[in-house]
């Protein structure tokens, strides 16, 4: 059995904030992000040698601060593997010390990208003020979960805390007596994981949590940069994204919605094999096709099938209803051609997850 050097605890903060709101939230954060960078990318271009500046390649064309703050997440993450790697190498004070600080410093960034609330940083203020009165070494703080809410993770020494924890909880309880707030989870209490590291849910390679209700889909959201990103949202977020998304393809009800509007047969022959196609497509942004691997319809066999039937209705349903046009490049010979989708358009997939 392994022997942590370290506890770990999950406090539950009494408060609890729905997905979608805080999908939301990172998406103002992200447009402001965009804004700035905008901004002070055009300001710069005014003066002269302004690629000099140390931060220009961080506002750039290739580069935006929004994608810069992730991958300083991810890089966080990296060192909080190698504190791990290095405590149960040695096991010594500075390593745990140095483990504890990062775990604060990614919080630290989960502020910006207002994932944290007022009352969850109340918490970590003081569980950090309430470790050093104590005369620990320090404390590392996190929130965890979907954010603005749920547990708060709060990793000390061992058995620093353990004696304590009672008091610590009532504490907290004084800060907002409103709030119903508990032991989640302790280590030296509940115990590990005995099969050591689980992967239980990867939503790009189709790994879906047992934990997750059949009632929910998996939503790939195609963005105008081309790029993509998976979430999992229930039925209710659905009926809302339905709502208001300009263009969704929806695999469990073979139907295709613009603008809140389904498609019928008189507006396109074949949604169910629209759909079969552009879920190829839209993982292949700029990239060519071969009509070769969409042999899984008869359309693809023919390139004046295709364009006539399932392309050309597609594309003049999406520019009648959003004015947006479906950048799509065609080329080659009839019964051997291929197709490139363009950047430039947004869309949704969904499908069940089980």
């Known amino acids: 059995m392994i022997r942590w050097p370290v506890d770990i605890t999950l406090i539950y903060s009494g408060e609890i ?13 992200k447009n402001r992000h965009y804004m700035i960078a ?13 690629k000099k500046y140390v931060f220009w390649d961080k506002i750039s064309d290739q580069a935006d601060l929004w994608t810069t703050h992730v991958n300083s997440l991810a890089t966080t993450s990296i060192e909080v593997f ?22 604060r410093g990614y919080n630290d960034g989960l502020k910006i990208m ?22 620990s070494a320090s404390a590392g703080v996190k929130l965890t979960g979907a954010g603005r809410g749920g547990d708060v993770l709060f990793v000390t020494p061992a058995y620093d805390f353990r004696d304590s924890m009672d008091d610590i909880l009532d504490h907290i309880r004084k800060l907002d007596e409103t709030k119903t707030i508990f032991l989640d989870y302790a280590s030296w209490i509940d115990g590990f994981e005995n099969r050591g590291i689980m992967l239980e849910q990867d939503i790009e390679n189709k790994i879906i949590s047992n934990w997750v209700s059949c009632d929910c889909f998996k939503v790939t959201h195609l963005k105008r940069d081309g790029s993509t990103e998976s979430s999992i949202m229930s039925s209710m977020e659905i009926d809302e994204l339905k709502k208001k998304a300009q263009i969704i393809l929806d695999k469990s009800e073979k139907k295709i919605y613009i603008n809140g509007k389904k498609m019928t047969s008189d507006e396109l022959l074949s949604s169910s094999t629209t759909i079969d196609f552009f879920e190829i497509l839209m993982t292949k942004v700029g990239k ?6 969409l042999n899984f319809s008869s359309y693809a066999n023919d390139r004046n099938e295709f364009q006539g039937k399932i392309l050309h209705p597609f594309q003049k349903i999406i520019k009648e209803l959003t004015k947006n ?30």
């Open 17 to 29: 904030k729905p997905h979608h709101l805080l999908l939301e939230s990172v998406k103002e954060v």
């Open 38 to 50: 905008e901004e002070v990318k055009g300001s710069l271009k005014k003066m002269n040698d302004f």
């Open 82 to 103: 190698y504190c791990l790697k290095k405590m149960f190498e040695r096991d010594t004070e500075n390593i745990i010390h140095d483990l504890l600080l990062v775990i």
């Open 114 to 135: 207002s994932l944290t609330s007022n009352w969850t940083r109340e918490i970590m203020a003081f569980l950090v003020d309430y470790s050093w009165r104590k005369g």
């Open 288 to 293: 060519s096709i071969s009509n070769k691997n």
């Open 325 to 354: 046009n479906l950048n799509i490049e065609l080329h080659g010979a009839i019964t051997d051609f291929h197709i490139r989708l363009q950047s430039g358009t947004e869309m949704y997939f969904i499908h069940k997850t089980c």
